[in-house]
């Protein structure tokens, strides 16, 4: 049995309103959904099969997510 582990996962909607999900540390690990709840469960099933394909090597442990909110003025 193996421990859960956490990931950043980065969220957006494209241009049709589809939720896109990537996790920054497994590199090519996308999925996405019709809904924000849709797009986190797919991205679990993503994440999962990732690492059960790649194994704990695939993971960029460097790669940190940082969230910033920039305002300027236009």
Known sequence: ???????????????????????PAL????????????ALTNIREAMALHLETFGAAAIDVADGVELSRVRISA
């Not at 049995?1 to 996790?23: C, E, G, K, N, Y």
């Not at 590199?27 to 849709?38: D, H, I, L, M, R």
């Open 1 to 23: 049995m193996s421990l859960p582990r956490t990931f950043d996962v980065v969220l957006h909607r494209d241009q049709t309103d589809t939720w896109i999900a990537t996790v």
């Open 27 to 38: 590199p090519g690990c996308v999925s996405q959904g019709g809904t924000k709840a849709e």
